[in-house]
């Protein structure tokens, strides 16, 4: 049984979070957030997560203009938010490792100026990854002072935006 929950900014958290599992995807908003079952994966969920939207981007948004990329991410932004939202309240959890929708939207926006090639497909999943981790400032600041659905997406959105900025002026200086 959980412990006694805290309210943070609204949002009721456990002290110890449950655990997202198989039986959550029967939840459209879990099945959003847990990336269709990406979030699934028994270790480093955020890189499967990731590397599902690399796949994704490849074959579905890679050959679109960088400003339909966006838009499509934004859109997705939106929706994953209100997931993240939505199972974050039912299931009590505070940013549960399961919830992965974050990092297909941020990595999206982090491939949104690269080419459709491995090389530079590679270079931003590396870096996404690495900022994601490192969470440098403002990433970290907004990971510890913005909660619930938009806490979750948001630090990932600032990656990925991030690291498109650098994949662009990588394009320009090579």
Same mark, same amino acid.
């Given at each position: 049984?959980? /412990? ?5 900014? /609204? $949002? !009721? $958290? ?14 459209? @908003? #879990? ?11 028994? %270790? ?13 981007? =490849? ?7 960088? %400003? ?5 991410? *934004?859109? #997705? ?28 939207? /941020?990595?999206?926006? !982090? ?8 090389? =530079?497909?590679? @270079?931003? %999943? #590396?870096? %996404? ?27 990932? @959105?600032?990656? /990925? $935006? ?11 200086? *090579?």
């Amino acid at each position: 049984m959980p /412990g006694p929950s805290l309210w943070a900014r /609204g $949002i !009721a $958290i456990s002290e110890r979070t449950a655990k997202l599992g198989p039986r959550h995807l029967r939840d459209p @908003a #879990a099945f959003i957030a847990m990336g269709g079952g990406a979030g699934l994966a028994p %270790f480093a969920p955020g890189t499967a997560g990731s590397l599902l939207a690399v796949v994704l981007w =490849w074959l579905l948004l890679a050959d679109l203009a960088w %400003f339909v990329q966006l838009g499509i991410a *934004a859109t #997705a932004f939106g929706v994953g938010a209100l997931a993240a939202q939505g199972v974050v309240r039912r299931y009590r959890l505070g940013d549960e490792p399961g919830i992965v929708v974050d990092e297909i939207v /941020g990595c999206w926006l !982090a491939l949104a100026t690269a080419p459709k090639s491995l090389v =530079w497909a590679g @270079a931003a %999943f #590396a870096l %996404f990854r690495a900022g994601d981790i490192l969470k440098p400032w403002p990433v970290s600041w907004t990971d510890r002072n913005v909660k619930g659905g938009l806490g979750i997406m948001l630090d990932d @959105a600032i990656v /990925g $935006i991030a690291v498109a900025i650098v994949i662009l002026l990588a394009q320009m200086l *090579a």
